[in-house]
């Protein structure tokens, strides 16, 4: 079952096409690999699935609903991390996030339990302008995961985090669906940290979805086109040159 797909989604510009006809699939109670070199259109789409932003032509479900009549009841389910995080420099991890769990209506040990489960407990009572970059990244996975929401969507969760960071991070998002029977669509520009957390991928470049399906269907398909499937980062850049290159001869 598909809890999130797009019908020909698109998000035009005067100028410019970000996003051009694309089709996602993804599955309950997986992890979703978005992958694309920065430009691509991976967060353009992601905006437009939290109701950022309105697409040009197209329409997506999210759980078989249409955002445009039922937006709220949706949001509610989603959890979500796009760009820089930002929160208030004067307050504590714990106040930011308390700040959240009023919002959403939820008990206060949510606050704790998030804490904990993104390792930032013991600086919980410290400011967040202190923190930094890999602890205000941590932060703002801990709001996409309060409540522990059905949908989870982060854009680029290990933005500012070093190599221990990354792997703690990328253990906790495997983890997820197991933990709490929800779907994470995760992007990223890196296939090589995409093939270790998710089950699909979709691969994007210049707004078109060049590839969708499983890790083991991107080598088969590889193969077939002679690339070199011994180090898939490779292989994911020879994709995309060969794309930008089928454009220059356009």
């Not at 202190?130 to 709001?143: N, W």
């Amino acid at each position: 079952m598909n809890i999130i797909e797009t019908q020909n989604l698109t998000k035009a510009y005067k100028n410019f096409t970000a996003v051009e006809d694309i089709n996602l699939h993804i599955k309950k109670n997986s992890i979703y690999g978005f992958l694309g070199p920065n430009g691509a259109g991976k967060s353009t789409t992601i905006r437009m699935l939290l109701g950022l932003t309105a697409p040009t032509k197209g329409s997506f479900t999210i759980k078989g609903m249409n955002i445009s009549k039922n937006r709220v009841k949706i949001l509610r389910e989603i959890g979500s991390l796009i760009e820089a995080p930002a929160f208030y420099g004067n307050l504590t991890g714990k106040e930011n996030l308390d700040i959240i769990r009023r919002i959403l209506s939820l008990p206060k040990n949510s606050v704790d339990d998030v804490l904990e489960l993104v390792g930032l407990t013991e600086f919980k009572d410290r400011i967040a302008k202190k923190y930094s970059l890999g602890m205000k990244q941590r932060l703002g996975l801990a709001s996409a995961l309060i409540g522990r929401p059905k949908i989870i969507i982060l854009d680029e969760p290990t933005n500012g985090l070093d190599p221990v960071g990354i792997h703690e991070i990328r253990k906790l998002i495997r983890s997820l669906p197991g933990k709490f029977n929800c779907t994470v669509l995760v992007s990223s520009h890196m296939l090589s940290e995409i093939e270790l957390i998710a089950d699909d991928i979709g691969i994007l470049n210049h707004g078109l979805l060049l590839f969708e399906g499983s890790m083991n269907n991107l080598k088969q398909n590889a193969i077939q086109k002679g690339y070199n499937t011994g180090n898939l980062e490779e292989m994911f850049i020879s994709m995309i040159n060969e794309d930008n290159k089928r454009r220059k001869e356009k």
